[in-house]
């Protein structure tokens, strides 16, 4: 829903009228509202008393009503013990008791006048929620951005400048994105001299939803083509950090050059590579990892002759490969006597004539870039397809069992106790709520197991010997389809 620019105001002097400094420490609803929310004023600093026993829905629709801003309260969810934003410094802290306190410095001028008009932003509720993760996060595999000015955006040394041509009576514009967790506060952009919003942050290479806050109105940036639909019936603007160029010396006379490759599904007819005066060129990003790829010269296809790294594609042909990221080692120690041992793995497309492993002292080894993510694989002994004996991470059943590579995780599940089960699995949005689930080990007193996971909301269980139960030590939950509910973890 909307909030109208009126009741905006009126909702935002009303809590400022409650909760002035030098007020005693005043509840805005009564303990034992079922809404789960208590705000109060202690000294100078304002103070939420969150119960974070109730359901994920049900917690931001409470926390819209007093104005929360959104991404402090999915750091805070997250474990950030402090939280900085243009308006202070957020501290939260979870006692051990199911609560979340969340408290922030009123200021020490409690005479003076607080300044509304300026700081009221017309919200999209229903917006707002689908970009805090109440849809898919987008696992795209590169991009090529379509700017109608290119001083829209510019990314140099990590730097990104986003530029907004306002209109004449323009007063405020904030920038709100995926890379400040769509802070409506956080961004705050500066005219310059030629009428134009600017603001520069440091930003990695990568992918990047958008919008402005014009005036308290949201809008997608005018002079970016690239969009992308979100749950609300909107849609954000889409910007691409570059991280890598392919180049292609000589062809000059060629009419048209363009790039195929593992990340574009090999798509023969896009992106086109641009005209140089030594050749072609393409700038974009691409996800990091390892990454086959060919040029195709008017038609014809063609290995890159500049790569450093050709390999058989096992149809009688080579590809070009190239990688971004950090060199990691499968490694498979023993089978003196092999005469050939390869790897494959759901990031080559399990295609076992490409990726060969080389003997060493005690066993085999191939150097290969993944970038951060969850990977299934198997080695190939002369013929023979085997799961890793030195990893214990698996997943699927019998001959269709699959050793589990996990490259930078980013969160540990835990189960305390259950040391009579026989087998814990954990599965949840994140591996399409499998059966076969990911595999648990026991470590001490719990079962684990690493995971990267991507931005955003994740709903998850654990399967104890054949049992769906919910995490008993995560108190966010949100019901499903069977009535049995799924616990939720936030991922920043």
């Given at each position: 829903?909307?909030?109208?620019?009126?009741?905006?105001?009126?909702?935002?002097?009303?809590?400022?009228?409650?909760?002035?400094?030098?007020?005693?420490?005043?509840?805005?609803?009564?303990?034992?509202?079922?809404?789960g929310?208590?705000?109060?004023?202690?000294?100078?600093?304002?103070?939420f008393?969150?119960?974070?026993?109730?359901?994920?829905?049900?917690?931001?629709?409470?926390?819209?009503?007093?104005?929360i801003?959104?991404?402090?309260?999915?750091?805070?969810?997250?474990?950030?013990?402090?939280?900085?934003?243009?308006?202070?410094?957020?501290?939260s802290?979870?006692?051990?008791?199911?609560?979340?306190?969340?408290?922030?410095?009123?200021?020490?001028?409690?005479?003076?006048?607080p300044?509304?008009?300026?700081?009221v932003?017309?919200?999209d509720?229903?917006?707002?929620?689908?970009?805090?993760?109440?849809?898919?996060?987008?696992?795209?595999?590169?991009?090529?951005?379509?700017?109608?000015?290119?001083?829209?955006f510019?990314?140099?040394?990590?730097?990104?400048?986003?530029?907004?041509?306002?209109?004449?009576?323009?007063?405020?514009?904030?920038?709100?994105?995926?890379?400040?967790?769509?802070?409506?506060?956080?961004?705050?952009?500066?005219?310059?001299?030629?009428?134009?919003?600017?603001?520069?942050?440091?930003?990695k290479?990568?992918?990047?939803?958008?919008?402005?806050?014009v005036?308290?109105?949201?809008?997608?940036?005018?002079?970016?083509?690239?969009?992308?639909?979100?749950n609300?019936?909107?849609?954000?603007?889409?910007?691409?950090?570059?991280?890598?160029?392919?180049?292609?010396?000589?062809?000059?006379?060629?009419?048209?050059?363009?790039?195929a490759?593992?990340?574009?599904?090999?798509?023969?007819?896009?992106p086109?590579m641009?005209?140089?005066?030594?050749?072609?060129?393409?700038?974009?990003?691409?996800?990091?990892?390892?990454?086959?790829?060919?040029?195709?010269?008017?038609?014809e296809?063609?290995?890159?002759?500049?790569?450093?790294?050709?390999?058989?594609?096992?149809?009688?042909?080579a590809?070009?490969?190239?990688?971004?990221?950090?060199?990691?080692?499968?490694?498979?120690?023993?089978?003196?006597?092999a005469?050939?041992?390869?790897?494959?793995?759901?990031?080559?497309?399990?295609?076992?004539?490409?990726?060969?492993?080389?003997?060493?002292?005690?066993?085999?080894?191939?150097?290969?870039?993944?970038?951060?993510?969850?990977?299934e694989?198997?080695?190939?002994?002369?013929?023979?397809?085997?799961?890793?004996?030195d990893?214990?991470?698996?997943?699927?059943?019998?001959d269709?069992?699959?050793?589990?590579?996990?490259?930078?995780?980013?969160?540990?599940?835990?189960?305390?106790?259950?040391?009579?089960?026989?087998?814990?699995m954990v599965?949840?949005?994140?591996?399409?709520?499998?059966?076969?689930?990911?595999?648990?080990?026991r470590?001490?007193?719990?079962?684990?197991?690493?995971?990267?996971?991507?931005?955003?909301?994740?709903?998850?269980k654990?399967?104890?010997?054949?049992?769906w139960?919910?995490?008993?030590?995560n108190?966010?939950?949100?019901?499903?389809?069977?009535?049995?509910?799924?616990?939720?973890?936030?991922?920043e």
């Amino acid at each position: 829903m909307k909030i109208s620019m009126k009741k905006n105001i009126l909702i935002i002097n009303l809590l400022v009228w409650v909760l002035a400094p030098g007020l005693f420490a005043q509840k805005i609803n009564p303990a034992d509202d079922p809404n789960g929310i208590v705000c109060k004023v202690e000294g100078n600093r304002l103070v939420f008393d969150i119960d974070l026993r109730q359901t994920l829905a049900n917690l931001y629709t409470q926390a819209s009503r007093f104005d929360i801003d959104t991404a402090v309260l999915r750091q805070a969810l997250s474990g950030v013990p402090a939280i900085v934003t243009a308006d202070g410094l957020w501290t939260s802290i979870r006692p051990s008791d199911g609560k979340l306190i969340l408290s922030k410095d009123l200021g020490d001028d409690s005479s003076k006048e607080p300044s509304i008009q300026a700081d009221v932003i017309m919200i999209d509720d229903a917006w707002i929620r689908s970009l805090l993760g109440f849809e898919p996060v987008s696992m795209t595999q590169w991009g090529v951005n379509q700017l109608n000015d290119p001083v829209a955006f510019t990314y140099s040394d990590g730097l990104a400048a986003f530029s907004f041509k306002g209109g004449r009576n323009t007063k405020k514009v904030f920038l709100s994105g995926t890379f400040n967790n769509w802070s409506t506060m956080l961004t705050p952009m500066q005219k310059n001299e030629k009428g134009w919003w600017c603001v520069t942050l440091p930003l990695k290479p990568g992918e990047y939803e958008y919008k402005y806050i014009v005036d308290g109105a949201w809008t997608t940036d005018p002079l970016n083509e690239l969009k992308r639909p979100n749950n609300a019936g909107s849609e954000n603007s889409v910007v691409y950090a570059y991280n890598h160029t392919f180049k292609l010396k000589g062809f000059t006379k060629a009419r048209r050059v363009t790039l195929a490759a593992s990340f574009n599904g090999w798509n023969p007819r896009s992106p086109r590579m641009n005209k140089t005066d030594e050749g072609w060129e393409l700038d974009l990003w691409v996800r990091e990892g390892t990454h086959a790829y060919k040029y195709v010269v008017d038609g014809e296809w063609m290995a890159d002759p500049g790569a450093k790294v050709n390999r058989p594609d096992g149809a009688g042909n080579a590809n070009s490969f190239m990688s971004i990221g950090d060199t990691l080692f499968f490694k498979l120690w023993g089978f003196p006597g092999a005469r050939r041992v390869m790897v494959a793995g759901n990031f080559n497309v399990w295609n076992r004539e490409e990726l060969a492993m080389t003997k060493i002292s005690g066993g085999w080894q191939l150097p290969y870039v993944l970038g951060p993510g969850m990977y299934e694989y198997k080695f190939i002994v002369d013929g023979n397809w085997i799961t890793d004996p030195d990893n214990p991470f698996t997943t699927g059943n019998g001959d269709a069992t699959n050793s589990i590579l996990t490259v930078k995780p980013n969160y540990v599940f835990r189960l305390h106790g259950y040391e009579d089960a026989r087998e814990v699995m954990v599965s949840g949005s994140f591996n399409g709520w499998s059966k076969s689930g990911y595999r648990m080990v026991r470590k001490g007193d719990n079962w684990i197991f690493p995971i990267y996971l991507s931005r955003g909301k994740h709903s998850y269980k654990f399967v104890v010997d054949g049992k769906w139960i919910l995490d008993p030590d995560n108190k966010l939950w949100e019901n499903n389809q069977y009535d049995t509910g799924n616990s939720i973890l936030w991922i920043e």
